[in-house]
């Protein structure tokens, strides 16, 4: 099973541009997160989904946008990317909101 | 509202010895209760939870965790650590009915030879 696979695994981008990370995953999941993580710091709620065509704030929308059209794929958008956007950013799944968590490798995105 | 704290940003064991990375988390219903760690450029992998029962709970690689719920906390122990445990471990916290889980922001884990 590939589990949670995100791309790219790098990128760079301008201010200003914009790009979409990809997730999916193969597990049949409900649930799935978006997070950033930033050095020295845990990883911060971007947002979330409880099912496809659900989808809710977390702690730092701003920013960003996500859809979730069908079970797998869970993409997260940035339309005016900013150098605070600069960040190692996780997508992660869960059978249920009480079930451990299966995360990706990450993105590792640098706004220049 | 939920949290959930790490009091240490750092611990360091020689090999050999018990490891304790500390949480404790903020009470608000019944909480459900994890761990994972994370090792460099990969993402998070889940070592165990609490959900209910035991206090002692067991998970993989050797570790356990004791819930406390009179002193909020669910500390992360091994009897012996190895070098390949050092890496950044994460505690994390639900509550019932909450949608999701919030995270500590990580304790780094080394174990020197």
């Known amino acids: 099973n590939a589990g949670v696979t995100q791309t790219p695994k790098f990128r760079i981008l301008k201010i200003g541009q914009s790009m979409t990370l990809q997730c999916t995953q193969d597990?049949?999941?409900?649930?799935m997160y978006w997070y950033r993580q930033d050095p020295g710091m845990g990883l911060k709620l971007i947002y979330y989904s409880v099912g496809a065509g659900i989808t809710d704030k977390g702690e730092v929308p701003n920013g960003y946008n996500v859809s979730r059209s069908t079970t797998e794929d869970f993409p997260l958008r940035l339309e005016l990317a900013a150098p605070s956007q600069t960040s190692v950013y996780f997508c992660a799944s869960s059978r249920e909101s009480n079930q451990p968590q299966h995360f990706g490798d990450g993105t590792r995105l640098s706004i220049l | 509202a939920q949290s959930v704290a790490q009091p240490e940003d750092q611990v360091n064991v020689a090999e050999g010895n018990p490891l304790t990375v500390k949480c404790t988390y903020s009470v608000s219903g019944n909480p459900y209760l994890f761990w994972y760690v994370q090792y460099p450029n990969r993402g998070l992998q889940f070592l165990l939870k609490y959900i209910t029962g035991d206090n002692l709970v067991k998970g993989s690689y050797g570790f356990e965790a004791e819930f406390n719920k009179s002193q909020t906390s669910f500390h992360l122990k091994k009897p012996s650590a190895l070098v390949s445990d050092s890496a950044l471990y994460f505690c994390a916290v639900r509550y019932t009915n909450a949608g999701k889980s919030t995270f500590g922001d990580g304790t780094t884990l080394t174990v020197k030879p």
């Open positions: 597990m049949n999941h409900n649930y």
